[in-house]
């Protein structure tokens, strides 16, 4: 009796013990200062909506750096806090909100804000204070004009080298024939102009070329002129409400072009729930799939994505944002917070990523090849190129 007292005092003073010591990590972890980690986005104002799940990666991220112990800042983790402003869609907003996030807020790492223009503006910034960003949902040739050294673009989407791409992967299926219609915002206008000389080049005959403004509510008439033109090809250069607008009209009207591309939407979960059976055969730009065996974190971040938020991501915006927050992590967990150290790792490094290896050459990422998703089937799939393809592109039959 004596001998079972003593074993169970000795179990319950080594679980005491257990114990305060697992205790005694949790408070040590918790007394750790949170790296501050601050970003404006478009909360309210006309890129609201756009940037939403851009947001809603950087929350998910937050989440599993909080699961799995911290963020590794050299070595040592510690808690993530986010300081987040609503730059209210516009520039001049964003760039003030980003100079105090370095000078009053004084955050340990930035996140970048959402779409081209933002990014652009954030540039002389971050080289103003050399302070480190990486970017995502960026695309335009205006990018390789940026002073390099404190920010980088990852995406291979950029209108000159995607025209190229496209026009390539439209000769191999015996396009002959194209129509254009192109919102004039920058971006699809950049597209226009260098896919314009690209389709002269490769003896591709344009029968039918518009442009339209953002407002657009009705496109009756320039759906049934491209119907009537009978182009091989179709070529929506659009976003992601008038190509929701494209792709509807033109199915009620009678589009039979076996191959049709959509600029921007096609890769979001909302655009082929609007959209439906129609949106099948639709070629859109985007180099990223869960799909791939290769990326094995690829299909990890789909499926965590869906299960918090019950949708698939956009195979864009969605993740270029996720790959980012890759490179930035794995950058801090090499050279720590000091601002100079990492610019040299993020600007030498080659870093694993969602979308494959990423290497950056000044500005722009040097690995990811240009890349087209189809939609077959409801689901997307990437068609260009071949070294890249889960599947082969199939003609537009809807």
């Known amino acids: 009796m004596i ?22 990590v949790g408070n040590a972890w918790a007394q750790e200062d949170p790296v501050r980690i601050g970003f404006a986005i478009s909360k309210t104002g006309p890129f609201a909506a756009a940037a939403q799940e851009q947001i809603a990666v950087y929350e ?9 112990g911290g963020l590794n800042v050299a070595g040592a983790k510690r808690p993530v806090e986010f300081v987040e402003y ?9 760039t003030r909100l980003y100079e105090k996030l370095i000078t009053d807020d004084k955050v340990d790492l930035l996140l970048a804000p959402w779409g081209t223009p933002f990014q652009i503006a ?19 040739v205006a990018v390789r004009q940026v002073q390099p050294g404190y920010i980088w673009f990852p995406t291979s989407a950029i209108p000159d080298k995607m025209a190229g791409e496209l026009v390539k992967m439209m000769q191999q299926n015996n396009v002959k024939s194209a129509a254009i219609l192109s919102n004039v915002l920058p971006f699809t206008k ?10 002269k080049k490769a003896g ?3 029968k039918y070329s518009t442009e339209y403004p953002p ?3 009705d496109m009756t008439s320039i759906v049934t002129q491209i119907r009537d033109a009978q182009p091989d090809a179709v070529l929506a250069l659009s976003y992601p409400s008038d190509s929701i607008l ?10 039979k072009a076996p191959f049709q591309f959509i600029a921007v939407g096609p890769s979001t979960h909302a655009y082929r729930q609007a959209v439906g059976a129609a949106a099948n055969g639709t070629v859109t730009m985007g180099h990223w799939s869960p799909k791939r065996e290769e990326w094995p974190n690829a299909k990890k971040f789909n499926d965590a994505f869906v299960e918090r938020y019950k949708h698939e991501p956009d195979y864009l915006n969605a993740s270029l944002t996720y790959l980012s927050l890759e490179i930035l992590e794995q950058a801090v967990a090499k050279a720590g917070l000091d601002k100079e150290k990492l610019r040299e790792v993020i600007s030498t490094e080659t870093f694993s990523t969602i979308n494959g290896n990423i290497k950056f050459d000044g500005v722009q990422n040097t690995i990811t090849p240009v890349a087209f998703l189809q939609i077959q089937d409801g689901s997307l799939e990437l068609v260009w190129p071949d070294s890249l393809a889960t599947s082969s592109w199939k003609p537009k039959t809807q």
């Open 3 to 24: 001998t079972t007292l003593k074993k169970t005092r000795r179990h319950f003073l080594s679980s005491v013990l257990a114990g305060c010591a697992w205790l005694a």
């Open 246 to 255: 494209y792709e509807k009209q033109a199915h009620e009207i009678g589009i």
């Open 86 to 94: 609503d730059n209210q869609s516009k520039l001049d907003q964003s």
């Open 204 to 206: 591709i005959e344009v």
């Open 215 to 217: 407002s657009i509510k």
């Open 122 to 140: 954030l540039a002389p910034v971050v080289e103003k204070y050399k302070f480190p960003v990486v970017g995502n949902t960026a695309a335009s």
């Open 190 to 199: 950049e597209l226009k102009n260098f896919l314009e000389p690209e389709l």
């Open 60 to 68: 998910l991220w937050k989440d599993e750096i909080k699961a799995r």
